[in-house]
């Protein structure tokens, strides 16, 4: 069943906490640890139930051709190509039967491994070695019993009912047979691959889809018979074979893929949980980031209406780290959300520093409206942001805003370095923006006259030059002469 992360709808959930009834996706759990299938929940800090991809999987039905494509794998090829090709070469005797066995119980063995590694989310097929080395050449053996076992229950049941109980044991087992094959790839146990009640929850549990891979499962198995007819009609014997065999592996891989694909899909219903294992993930780089943690926390108390928990979050982390820039900018935005003019006039300084570094001039003069609403005749003390402020409202174009910001900015600060640099832009400002030369030269004038130790003094002679003939304010022209 698909579920949506409560806080992000849309985002398939990863956790479920079974105390709060709560979902969560992968943003709202930075911290889990996904490869310890380990998360405690945000809300009521209980071990949660991660549902691995489960929610996000594409149904399989929407993946036939991924399935037919899957044979055509470089190591499945190279499995399929050695199983087929090789027993042709091997001698008519008891040497070319022993290798003609290994051969088929390693293609088998490839078979069921490709069931536990869709299963556990791995969209690749095996390597090549999981056919020819380790352990697991067993389920060879396991799967005749399976079978031989399932044609005891026919029998027995024939015994006991008659005909028309033999029927119902025979399509029982018909039915079953792809579950069969399922329970015995993952639990390695005959009794559970025939267990009549194993097989049936595992069937309804999966619904209606088991009935609909049902079918799919025929089809392939005619196609491959229709195949491998047309084949043995159709080309000489020494053809003929191979390309059968061929055929009959291919389809082989595409019916146990789709088996292990429809367990990997059905896993929250069948009890575990897999993920996706061959696409990269940057959720390990981070998920011990505690920045990413609170982060979150932000995101779902903001979603749950908790606005004055979110504005002590971000005020004791402020006290941490003084200018966080990330905190500031969350704390800017909740603030003038919420209009509190009381918390903004308390951190404006580093709002609005905050606002100059990041350029945004519109920013800059929302806050400064909201403090001059809290305090008629709001001035910044520090000359050092109102003029980063100002400078930015004139790059933006704001130019009567920077004025007032400077306005009588040698009288409340009459020994500071930032004098000149103040007057300077009141300048521009008066002549780029307003056209006002007269008074822009004042200023500059000024500048001439009080700041004779600042670096700017030398640079007066050439706005004023500018100012007298009109021209932008652009202070001289760089130079790339070397004076000898």
């Known amino acids: 069943m698909k579920h949506d992360c409560h806080y992000h709808p849309g985002d398939p959930a990863k956790w479920h906490c079974g105390e709060c009834q709560m979902h969560y996706c992968t943003r709202c759990m930075p911290d889990a640890d996904t490869r310890q299938r380990r998360g405690l929940c945000p809300s009521c800090s209980k071990a949660m139930r991660y549902l691995g991809a489960a929610t996000e999987v594409v149904p399989f039905w929407n993946r036939i051709g991924s399935f037919f494509r899957y044979p055509f794998h470089t190591d499945p090829l190279i499995v399929i190509a050695i199983c087929t090709l090789v027993p042709l070469l091997a001698p008519a005797n008891l040497i070319g039967i022993a290798i003609w066995l290994v051969l088929a119980l390693a293609l088998f ?44 229950l026919i029998g027995a049941a024939a015994m006991v009912g008659g005909p028309l109980l033999m029927l119902l044991a025979l399509a029982f087992v018909v039915l079953a047979l792809p579950a069969s094959i399922m329970v015995l790839a993952m639990e390695r146990s005959v009794g559970a691959a025939v267990n009549p009640m194993n097989l049936a929850v595992l069937i309804s549990r999966i619904g209606t889809p088991y009935f609909l891979l049902y079918g799919y499962l025929i089809l392939l198995t005619l196609a491959s018979g229709v195949a491998q007819d047309f084949a043995y009609n159709h080309f000489p014997f020494w053809f003929s074979q191979p390309l059968s065999g061929f055929l009959n592996s291919t389809f082989t891989l595409i019916l146990f893929n789709m088996l292990g694909y429809l367990l990997f899909q059905y896993q929250e219903e069948l009890g575990f949980a897999s993920d996706l294992q061959d696409e990269p993930s940057g959720e390990d780089m981070h998920q011990r980031d505690r920045g990413a943690r609170f982060d979150a926390d932000i995101d779902m108390n903001l979603k749950d209406g908790n606005y004055d928990r979110v504005q002590g979050m971000l005020k ?72 980063r402020c100002a400078r930015c409202l004139y790059q933006r174009g704001q130019y009567k805003p920077a004025i007032r910001l400077l306005q009588d900015f040698h009288k409340r600060f009459p020994d500071s370095d930032e004098l000149a640099p103040a007057y300077l832009l009141v300048a ?31 640079q007066v002679p050439v706005f004023l030059a500018q100012a007298e003939k009109r021209e932008l304010l652009k202070g001289p022209r760089a130079s790339f002469l070397v004076q000898e």
């Open 109 to 152: 063995k490839y078979t069921y491994a490709v069931i536990n590694h869709t299963a556990e989310g791995h969209l690749a097929p095996p390597s090549v070695s999981v056919a020819f080395t380790g352990s697991g050449f067993n389920i060879v053996i396991l799967q005749l019993l399976v079978f031989i076992v399932m044609g005891g």
């Open 316 to 387: 004791e982390a402020l006290k941490r780290n003084r200018n966080d820039p990330v905190r500031i900018g969350q704390l800017y935005q909740l603030l003038k959300a919420r209009n509190d003019t009381t918390e903004l006039y308390q951190y404006h300084p580093r709002i609005l520093g905050w606002l100059a570094d990041r350029n945004d001039g519109d920013g800059i003069t929302s806050v400064l409206g909201m403090l001059e609403q809290a305090e008629p005749g709001f001035k910044l003390d520090d000359p050092e942001l109102a003029v």
């Open 428 to 458: 521009q400002s008066l002549a780029n923006g307003l056209d006002q030369w007269e008074k822009a030269t004042a200023f500059l004038t000024f500048i001439q006259k009080r700041c004779e130790n600042h670096p700017l003094h030398e």
